[in-house]
């Protein structure tokens, strides 16, 4: 089996990670990897933001208030929920923002660029597994609340906030059921 395709059936999305850290020359091969992407036009959409500590302690009152709001009650809600929700901010190793751009007056290019910006994610995603550095792709609440916007100084009218990119050593790495090509693929005539 060649190894694109070995790497691409063994990547899972990962949930839970170790604490070791992920050395720098990784991140930006990571990078250098989603900037390869295809795209439509050219227009290079994607933006990758790594969010360092200070960041991401910005963005507890916001994680806490979403919490909150998931459990349908800001008095009943329990501190191990609070402290749950706090972990995915704080713990993973590794936490990018991945935007993309956006344009009000163009539905169509604003679709293919997104189109564009998930590739250019997964050729990270893809590049992160075979170094043995597992992801999840996380669209919670808080990537679409404006107080992650304000953290990151992104104006909602110009990029997209897609995705947070969870990285890090896998502790674990779930199984996972896909169709059979049988159910997917039809030659025509
Ligand atoms: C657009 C998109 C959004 C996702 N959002 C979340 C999410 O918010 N939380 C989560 O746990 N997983 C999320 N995932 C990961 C999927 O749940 C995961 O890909 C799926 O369970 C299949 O597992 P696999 O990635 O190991 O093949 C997302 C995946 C995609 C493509």
Same mark, same amino acid.
């Given at each position: 089996?060649?190894?694109?395709?070995?790497?691409?059936?063994? *990547?899972?999305?990962?949930?839970?990670?170790?604490?070791?850290?992920?050395?720098?020359?990784?991140?930006?091969?990571?990078?250098?990897?989603?900037?390869?992407?295809?795209?439509?036009?050219?227009?290079?959409?994607?933006?990758?933001?790594?969010?360092?500590?200070?960041?991401?302690?910005?963005?507890?009152?916001?994680?806490?208030?979403?919490?909150?709001?998931?459990?349908?009650?800001?008095?009943? /809600?329990?501190?191990?929920?609070?402290? *749950?929700?706090?972990?995915?901010?704080?713990?993973?190793?590794?936490?990018?923002? /991945?935007?993309?751009?956006?344009?009000?007056?163009?539905?169509? *290019?604003?679709?293919?660029?997104?189109?564009?910006? /998930?590739?250019?994610?997964?050729?990270?995603?893809?590049?992160?597994?075979?170094?043995?550095?597992?992801?999840?792709?996380?669209?919670?609440?808080?990537?679409?609340?404006?107080?992650?916007?304000?953290?990151?100084?992104?104006?909602?009218?110009?990029?997209?906030?897609?995705?947070?990119?969870?990285?890090?050593?896998?502790?674990?790495?779930?199984? /996972?059921?896909?169709?059979?090509?049988?159910?997917?693929?039809?030659?025509?005539?």
């Amino acid at each position: 089996m060649s190894d694109v395709l070995s790497t691409i059936i063994a *990547r899972r999305t990962v949930y839970k990670f170790q604490s070791k850290a992920v050395p720098k020359s990784v991140l930006e091969d990571a990078f250098e990897a989603a900037r390869h992407a295809p795209c439509h036009k050219h227009t290079h959409p994607w933006k990758f933001y790594v969010l360092g500590p200070a960041t991401r302690k910005k963005l507890i009152p916001a994680v806490e208030r979403l919490a909150k709001l998931k459990a349908g009650s800001s008095t009943t /809600v329990s501190p191990e929920v609070i402290e *749950r929700a706090r972990q995915k901010m704080l713990s993973p190793p590794v936490m990018i923002a /991945v935007t993309s751009k956006r344009s009000a007056d163009d539905a169509f *290019r604003e679709q293919e660029d997104y189109a564009a910006s /998930v590739c250019a994610l997964h050729n990270a995603v893809l590049f992160f597994w075979d170094q043995g550095v597992g992801c999840q792709w996380s669209t919670g609440g808080i990537t679409r609340d404006e107080d992650l916007y304000g953290a990151l100084d992104i104006v909602p009218d110009s990029e997209r906030i897609i995705g947070l990119l969870k990285a890090g050593y896998p502790e674990s790495i779930p199984s /996972v059921k896909k169709k059979d090509v049988d159910e997917i693929r039809f030659y025509l005539e």
